[in-house]
């Protein structure tokens, strides 16, 4: 047993002896490679530390060039500043010299034109002397006589000039006065036009303002571009505001807008979409307009861009008048009267009808509607008289036919009839009313009549009650207090007639 034990003893002692060497043995070259891979990568660090200091003395030498090359420029061009400068010194020198010289010759030609003028004016007296001597005449008598047949014969000049004077301060007149009265127009214009050229579009809620402006406001700038119109965006809740003098733009303005806010699509793609289709519907929707009227008015055929033209006058107003509701007066009036007169009532309601077409072009193309619309139906073959009527309903011409005369007299009956513009026929009413009413309110008035569009109240009272000075001081009161209580434009003639009757019955 103890021989089994010593020996299995000397086999372990043997086998770890064996093991530490082999262990020995396999540290000393790890450690061995280990040390040539730190000198191996000691030299490549300093191969490349040799790399990177000749590559910054070749970075060093280029820059150290290239500041050489750059101050001998700087020098080159100091150097070529200053020649520069010495010649430009050289030219001044010579140009200060030639202005001396210049100053020196114009003193002398100065003191040569002295002497020269006090012998002229020695040779002017010695002249006059002997002409005295000669003429027997002293210079004032002499100048008095040159004078006085210098005026005979300048007179006519003269009737001339001032007569040519006279037609400038004329021409001069009118055209100060056509300015005034431009510029009383202009303003009248645009506090009247501020309350009946804009559209109000309702908005489902204050949130579609910022999708109307959109980004940087691109939205509200494509739509003004596009649509020809001011778009108002304030603080009123749930509404904006397009403004425009071209009513037929405003329409397509207000519909593209009311389209846009229903879709909710709102960017400048959409919009053009909607505008192009907008526009679209429109065109048609002129061409029937204008097509009811002439089936309504059986006045068929007629060119088309005729028909579509009526049908754009409902998109035009004339001092707040709508334009076809003017044009459709004027036909029926005029087809009446001719047919009264004898003439041919569809002529006159044809020429009627076409007597303002050309207005449904001025804000597009300016000028004169007349002209236009003259213009037009002459290109569209329409009948002579109807040319007329355009003419003349506006003094261009002389009514030429019962028909155009017609027309003369419906469209001054149209424009000038109360409540045809400027005044809606609803207040013009009230204010009739009003008038009346004042006068009635006052003791011994048996009856009041507003008359001439109402700028005339004529009041008839009771001659028992009412004497002649009585009714004076009524016409006084009537007046103050319809200054007092009526808004008007212009002036109100208050008329007070005071009639004393005896009646007797012979029988």
């Known amino acids: 047993m103890l021989a089994t034990a010593g020996a299995g003893l000397l086999l372990v002692a043997v086998g770890s002896g064996t093991t530490y060497m082999w262990l020995r043995n396999s540290s000393s070259k790890k450690f061995a490679y280990m040390e040539l891979e730190a000198k191996a990568r000691a030299k490549a660090i300093e191969h490349e530390s040799e790399r990177m200091l000749q590559d910054a003395k070749v970075r060093i030498k280029e820059e150290e060039l290239t500041l050489e090359k750059s101050f001998q420029s700087r020098i080159q061009e100091v150097e070529k500043r200053n020649r520069n ?145 001011d778009i108002i965006i304030d603080e009123t809740p749930g509404v904006i505001l397009i403004s425009s003098f071209n009513l037929y733009r405003r329409a397509i303005a207000t519909r593209v807008i009311e389209l846009l806010v229903e879709d909710g699509r709102i960017h400048p793609g959409r919009i053009e979409e909607i505008h192009e289709k907008v526009e679209s519907e429109f065109e048609k929707k002129i061409y029937e307009e204008g097509e009811n009227i002439l089936i309504d008015l059986g006045l068929f055929p007629m060119h088309e861009e005729l028909i579509k033209l009526l049908g754009r006058l409902k998109y035009r107003a004339s001092y ?62 329409e009948h002579p008289t109807v040319i007329n009527a355009i003419y003349a309903h506006h003094g261009h011409e002389e009514p030429d036919s019962v028909e155009s005369a017609a027309v003369c007299a419906a469209d001054t009956l149209s424009a000038a009839r109360p409540g045809a513009r400027r005044e809606v026929l609803e207040s013009f009413t009230k204010r009739v009313k009003e008038l009346e009413e004042i006068a009635l309110g006052r003791e011994g008035v048996e009856r009041a009549y507003a008359i001439n569009a109402g700028r005339e109240l004529r009041v008839i009272v009771d001659a028992g009650e009412i004497g002649d000075n009585e009714a004076a001081m009524l016409s006084k009161e009537i007046a103050k207090e319809i200054e007092d209580r009526v808004q008007y434009p212009g002036e109100i003639k208050v008329n007070v007639i005071r009639e004393s009757r005896s009646i007797n019955y012979a029988r």
């Not at 005034?180 to 109000?200: C, D, H």
């Open 320 to 381: 707040g008048q709508n334009a076809l509701a003017h044009t459709l007066e004027v036909a029926r009036l005029a087809s009446v009267m001719a047919a009264e007169m004898g003439g041919d009532e569809k002529l006159a309601l044809r020429a009627g009808l076409l007597h303002d077409v050309g207005k449904a072009l001025t804000q597009d193309f300016g000028g004169s509607h007349v002209e236009l619309g003259a213009e037009l139906c002459r290109k569209y073959g």
């Open 85 to 229: 400068l010495i010649a430009e010194s050289r030219e001044l020198k010579k140009e200060r010299e030639k202005l001396q010289q210049l100053q020196y010759r114009t003193i002398e030609k100065n003191k040569i034109l002295e002497k020269l003028e006090k012998k002229k004016q020695s040779i002017i007296d010695e002249t006059i002397k002997k002409m005295e001597s000669v003429a027997s005449m002293t210079e004032e008598e002499a100048k008095a006589e040159i004078l006085e047949k210098v005026e005979l014969k300048c007179h006519s000049d003269i009737a001339a000039i001032v007569r040519r004077y006279e037609h400038q301060a004329k021409e001069e007149g009118e055209k100060k006065a056509n300015y005034i009265l431009a510029q009383a127009t202009t303003r009248y214009a645009g506090e009247f036009a501020g309350e009946r050229l804009i559209n109000l579009v309702t908005l489902p809620s204050d949130d579609h303002k910022g999708r109307i402006i959109g980004k940087e406001g691109r939205n509200i700038k494509a739509l003004e571009t596009l649509l020809g119109v």
